[in-house]
């Protein structure tokens, strides 16, 4: 099968974005770190990928909001070449900062009629940075590729504006029915009340768009790729795999069979 060629795309602040390459080499795919101003001067560098990823970070120094900036870019100088991309049925990943990217540039629910998404990522309940391991549930995945096989899994997470929230229950309600709520913060043995740590409405902790191939995240799917990176590995079952290597790996298989 031809080779997969994901582009992880950089800007001033991200830090993940080594990291997600090795994940997308583990599955497979040959992963290219591209500047965000190379991409400004050359947008049609995107039409020799099949991915495109945003990885975590802190963009900017997540000035103004978190993932603002990179988000404003892409709406503006590059809008055209995303949606081409897209409908070309490619793929198209957010991970942390940037799955907040992906949400204020309009990419994963559409902007109103006045320009704004009705929907954001903002400071954690309690206001604090959280850095810790949570679990995920999975739902109405069936036209999302990169969560085929998923049930619950567990990745860590590190953010300090990740809860999600609506601008009302109309558009909470919206996007449950069309199916575009696939991640919720879940409870394990032992978690207690606190398994939604931001306090995201509906415990959403990822969402897609509506064609499915646009996927967002607040957890760290590139940090658990390998079973040795839980902290509890000694103690859990054998595995050849961390929980989060099934999403590259699935995007991989996707992007080889289409």
């Known amino acids: 099968m031809a ?25 497979g795919a040959a992963p290219q770190r591209v500047h965000i101003n190379r991409l400004r001067e050359q947008p049609t ?8 990823v945003i990885p975590g970070g802190f963009t900017y120094g997540d000035d103004v909001a978190a993932g603002k900036i990179l988000a404003y870019q892409l709406r503006h100088f590059l809008h055209d070449q995303l949606a081409r991309f897209r409908d ?6 957010g991970i942390c900062n940037g799955f907040q990217v992906l949400l204020k540039a309009g990419l994963l629910v559409p902007p109103d009629e006045q320009g704004q998404v009705p929907a954001t990522l903002a400071a954690n309940r309690g206001g604090a940075f959280l ?15 990169f969560l085929v096989g998923y049930s619950t899994w567990v990745v860590p997470i590190a953010h300090g504006e990740g809860r999600f929230l609506c601008r009302d229950a109309a558009t909470l309600d919206r996007l449950e029915r069309a199916g575009q709520l696939v991640l919720r913060y879940t409870a394990e043995p032992g978690a207690g009340r606190d398994f939604n740590p931001n306090g995201a409405a509906a415990d959403v902790a990822g969402l897609c768009d509506g064609t499915g191939r646009v996927l967002g995240l607040m957890p760290h799917p590139e940090r658990h790729v390998l079973p040795l990176q839980h902290p509890h590995w000694t103690r859990l079952e054998p595995r050849t795999q961390g929980d989060g290597f099934r999403l590259f790996r699935n995007a991989v298989l996707f992007c080889q069979r289409a």
Do not use: H, M, Y
């Open 131 to 145: 850095d810790r391991w949570v679990a995920l549930r999975t739902e109405q995945a069936q036209a999302c590729p």
């Open 45 to 52: 560098l995107l039409d020799d990928f099949q991915i495109l």
């Open 88 to 93: 070309a049925g490619k793929l198209i990943l």
């Open 3 to 27: 080779t997969v060629r994901v582009l992880i795309l950089r800007a001033p602040g991200s830090n993940c974005d080594q990291e997600t390459a090795f994940a997308f080499e583990l599955a």
